[in-house]
């Protein structure tokens, strides 16, 4: 079985990038792309008279879901997925050689004293099953698996695929930022062969299908200068990177989220399984 993370923000705000990142740092760490699901191009909407790739009409809902279960099950991807997203072109992260290997050693530290931990050995004992590895928070037959989508956490989106994210991270970016970033992107691979946005596709299209999907995020709606709506995000179990931030910070925060989310499952796991003895 697999624990599935979910990085969900606007176009261009580095969700794919952020996926990426992890997947060097944390061991046993899979990505599954949400662009691996759409629709094919003749089946998209129309959106102001142009085709629609970024709303969840948009998407194969079902096969994401299927996709999900079996890596939640499994802990691997289905082998009926054939990823084209791993053939679009990559970007620069921005984010020193030197502290993706800080993180990355400080994450292997601390998988590996928690594995020895003081209360970790006390259970096990209790259990009489001292096989650490088999209750490590990452392995081989437990990896990570991060879900990188546009569209994760909307009331589109329906809840058994939410439910399957075991930690939410969202990701902001200013309108601007967000134009600037797709408009310089070359075009993206799809199941018909290439797409390359229309003048005036973020106007038209992206940006306003985003204020429509995640407005209830923010406090009065406002996407892009509003405050996150903590009641909300908190109700839906997403955290938010912080505003503002470099791909430098929000990987640092990422990683120190995704710990303490692995902390916290193994606890709640932990406690369950008392209960039930």
């Known amino acids: 079985m697999a624990t599935i993370i979910g990085i969900s923000g606007c176009s261009s705000s580095g969700k794919t990038t952020l996926s990426r990142l992890l997947r060097d740092i944390f061991p046993h760490t899979f990505i599954l792309h949400q662009d691996d699901f759409y629709k094919p191009e003749e089946e998209l909407p129309l959106t102001n008279g142009l085709r629609d790739w970024d709303s969840a009409s948009s998407l194969d809902l079902p096969s994401l879901h299927s996709a999900l279960s079996y890596v939640s099950t499994h802990g691997t991807t289905p082998p009926w997925l054939s990823s084209k997203e791993d053939r679009n072109p990559v970007t620069d992260a921005g984010v020193p050689a030197a502290t993706i290997s800080r993180l990355r050693d400080k994450v ?41 989508g546009f569209l994760l956490y909307a009331p589109t989106i329906p809840r058994p695929i939410r439910t399957l994210l075991s930690t939410k991270l969202f990701l902001r970016a200013s309108y601007g930022d967000s134009k600037r970033r ?19 596709y973020v106007e038209a299209v992206v940006w306003p299908n985003y204020v429509r999907d995640h407005g209830f995020l923010f406090v009065g709606g ?5 405050e996150v709506d903590e009641g909300v995000v908190a109700g839906l179990g997403v955290r938010c990177a ?12 990422a990683v120190g989220v995704v710990l303490e989310e692995l902390v916290g499952r193994e606890k709640r796991k932990r406690v369950e399984g008392q209960e039930e003895g």
């Open 108 to 148: 292997a530290s601390f998988l590996s004293s928690h594995c020895a931990s003081p209360e970790r050995d006390r259970d096990n004992d209790n259990d009489g099953d001292n096989d650490n590895d088999s209750e490590a928070l990452i392995t081989a037959s437990h990896p990570l698996c991060i879900l990188d």
């Open 182 to 200: 797709r408009e310089a992107r070359k075009g993206y691979v799809t199941l018909e062969g290439w797409w390359e946005d229309p003048p005036g």
């Open 222 to 226: 406002d996407v892009e200068r509003g």
């Open 242 to 253: 912080p505003r503002g931030a470099g791909m430098g910070e929000v990987v640092e925060w």
